[in-house]
């Protein structure tokens, strides 16, 4: 991206542009414009008193994420799993878990979403099964059969390709072995997670009818999990796919044969340099979940500094309104807060100055990340959160609001590995179990968490909702102005310089209109002047209460500690900045 480039109001779509609409009236690029919210079923409601959250509970609940604008849901695995990794260990793909509802529930919820105009975007696992998979089953019991081959086999571990597992504090390498098969199979995650061989043309099947399959019951789109370790060498041999994209592009090309505006979003956690790849040059994946976007936004607001900010524009492809480069963009996920992207100074000063345990307890794993909760990152400090989710609304990409950030829910470090930041929706503290549940505590899928740290309190939606200054109404506030400025999701950005480290502001052209964002990620109130050549009588205030005064081709914003100020107007004539 130009740092303070001018604006291109004018530009001309390409092919390729996502926004151009179907014959029929439906809009592939619908995600653009979407502010998607994360959530797990099984710690967001129960509806029935079991302990687990379920399809009932969350569709009890739809006023609620309505009220908070989102219009788009991606929900976690919910399938049928030994829950030895939150789901992502999936037993059978095309169920619902039991625990959690059944087809008929999830087709309601479909229903419902539809009845209020939001969109559905589930997860599919498609590099490794649970070892519970009845594929797996069969393949260890039966060398001859077809799905022996579904997964990597060897009989001589000793001379097979070896990697890092990527969950190092856990597993010794990517070889288990199998005392029914009598030979060890490959895993690049937990050991009951063999990986498929998506190389495997009956495989590649399989997992391309699966993605039909809940297309036709009325799904969006998909998270597509584990992208990258899916195309990594695999196997004895190590072996790769010959052509890693025609997987998704194939996958794309039957989704989309399916529903027209079905949508494919990449878990790609791979190198800046090869992200580009992913996108298969706007016949492979929609959007690429933005890693370096979420080490460096999360660190820069953090440590209230713009230097990571600048870092991850020049890291990677700028997001293409009329391309096919897009950004699913996140403060924080349900994994551990990666830091691999930032450079190796700030990933050690940010192990240390975010750490948080003591007695037994540390919030460090994997040697790579916090499992924290963006409020423990920010000490509970709800204007630093508001202001982190303004500028995640501002950025060119998809927002992602991760379920209970909205509400500055806490950690819980009793709870083992990452389970910490999954503990179940807080509703309303005065109720029994936070009102996620009526069971006995005991019972509980994952506690709920009530204590929060020392000196912040664990915060309940009840307490929020209808209150001005809360976080959760400057979350809503934020997500409302980010529907009122289709410019971000179809203008140019550029970084606008102003004169101070501490602070970042960028802009969005489009149609001849400007969209200026500014945000200050200090504690301490701050003075800036950014360009901005908007009339001062036509410049009208988005978001944010600082003051500000338009005049000659500038701004000037006086903003408290970790306030923000959103303002847009139609760019003077003379382009003069
Ligand atoms: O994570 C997969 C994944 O590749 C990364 O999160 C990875 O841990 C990190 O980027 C290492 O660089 C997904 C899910 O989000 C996670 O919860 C699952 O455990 C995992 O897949 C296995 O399915």
């Given at each position: 991206m130009d740092a303070d480039a001018a604006g291109d109001g004018e530009r001309v779509s390409a092919?390729?542009?996502?926004?151009?609409?179907?014959?029929?009236?439906?809009?592939?690029?619908w995600y653009r414009d979407a502010v998607v919210y994360s959530l797990d079923v099984k710690t967001f409601?129960?509806?029935?008193?079991?302990g687990w959250g379920d399809f009932r509970g969350l569709i009890d609940r739809l006023d609620y994420l309505e009220n908070l604008g989102v219009d788009c849901l991606w929900i976690r695995p919910f399938y049928?799993?030994?829950?030895?990794d939150n789901g992502y260990?999936?037993?059978?793909?095309?169920?619902?878990d039991e625990r959690l509802g059944s087809l008929n529930a999830f087709d309601d919820l479909v229903a419902e979403l539809d009845a209020r105009g939001m969109r559905l975007i589930t997860d599919l696992v498609l590099n490794h099964t649970s070892t519970e998979h009845e594929w797996f089953q069969r393949a260890r019991e039966d060398p001859?059969?077809?799905?022996?081959?579904y997964y990597l086999w060897t009989s001589h571990v000793d001379e097979a390709y070896h990697t890092e597992n990527i969950f190092p504090e856990f597993e010794d390498g990517v070889w288990s072995y199998d005392e029914v098969a009598g030979k060890h199979y490959f895993h690049?995650?937990?050991?009951h997670q063999p990986d498929l061989n998506v190389a495997n043309s009956d495989v590649q099947e399989e997992l391309f009818s699966i993605a039909e399959f809940w297309l036709e019951r009325?799904?969006?789109?998909?998270?597509?999990?584990a992208a990258h370790p899916m195309i990594l060498p695999k196997g004895h041999n190590a072996h790769r796919l010959e052509d890693p994209q025609w997987l998704f592009r194939e996958l794309k090309r039957r989704a989309r044969e399916v529903n027209d505006e079905a949508v494919l979003l990449a878990e790609a956690d791979d190198e800046p340099d090869r992200?580009?790849?992913?996108?298969g040059d706007g016949e492979?994946?929609?959007?690429?979940?933005n890693f370096v976007g979420n080490s460096h936004v999360t660190y820069g607001v953090g440590v209230g500094d713009s230097w990571p900010l600048y870092r991850m524009f020049e890291q990677i492809p700028d997001a293409q309104p009329d391309g096919h480069v897009w950004w699913a963009n996140f403060?924080?996920?349900?994994?551990?807060?990666?830091?691999?992207?930032?450079?190796h100074d700030a990933l050690e000063h940010a192990r240390e100055e975010f750490r948080k345990g003591g007695d037994g307890r540390d919030?460090?794993?994997?040697?790579?990340?916090?499992?924290?909760?963006l409020a423990d990152l920010y000490d509970g400090d709800h204007d630093r959160i508001a202001m982190a989710h303004s500028l995640l609304l501002s950025l060119p990409g998809t927002p992602i609001v991760n379920s209970g950030d909205e509400i500055g829910m806490h950690a819980d470090l009793d709870r083992p590995e990452r389970q910490a930041v999954r503990?179940?929706?807080?509703?309303?503290?005065?109720?029994?179990?936070a009102g996620f549940?009526?069971?006995?505590?005991?019972?509980?899928?994952i506690p709920v968490d009530g204590t929060g740290w020392p000196g912040v309190f664990q915060a309940d939606a009840a307490s929020q909702r209808?209150?001005?200054?809360?976080l959760f109404e400057r979350v809503a506030s934020a997500i409302d102005a980010r529907k009122r400025c289709p410019e971000i999701a179809r203008g140019d950005c550029s970084i606008v310089h102003v004169d101070s480290g501490d602070m970042w502001a960028h802009r969005f052209d489009h149609d001849g209109r400007v969209l200026l964002a500014v945000h200050n990620l200090a504690s301490g109130p701050r003075e800036v002047v950014a360009g901005f050549d908007v009339d001062p009588a036509d410049a009208e205030r988005v978001l944010g209460d600082a003051d500000y005064r338009v005049a000659d081709g500038g701004v000037t914003v006086t903003l408290d500690g970790c306030a923000y100020l959103w303002l847009r107007g139609e760019r003077r004539g003379d382009g003069g900045r």
């Open positions: 092919a390729a542009d996502a926004f151009a609409p179907l014959a029929d009236g439906g809009q592939p690029g409601q129960d509806s029935d008193g079991d049928p799993s030994p829950l030895r260990d999936v037993a059978d793909y095309r169920d619902v001859d059969s077809k799905y022996h081959d690049q995650f937990y050991g009325g799904v969006d789109g998909f998270r597509i999990d992200l580009d790849f992913y996108f492979g994946f929609d959007a690429l979940f403060l924080r996920n349900h994994d551990e807060w990666n830091l691999l992207k930032l450079p919030s460090w794993v994997f040697g790579r990340g916090h499992r924290l909760r503990t179940p929706m807080r509703w309303d503290g005065a109720e029994p179990n549940s009526t069971a006995d505590p005991e019972e509980l899928v209808g209150d001005p200054g809360s």
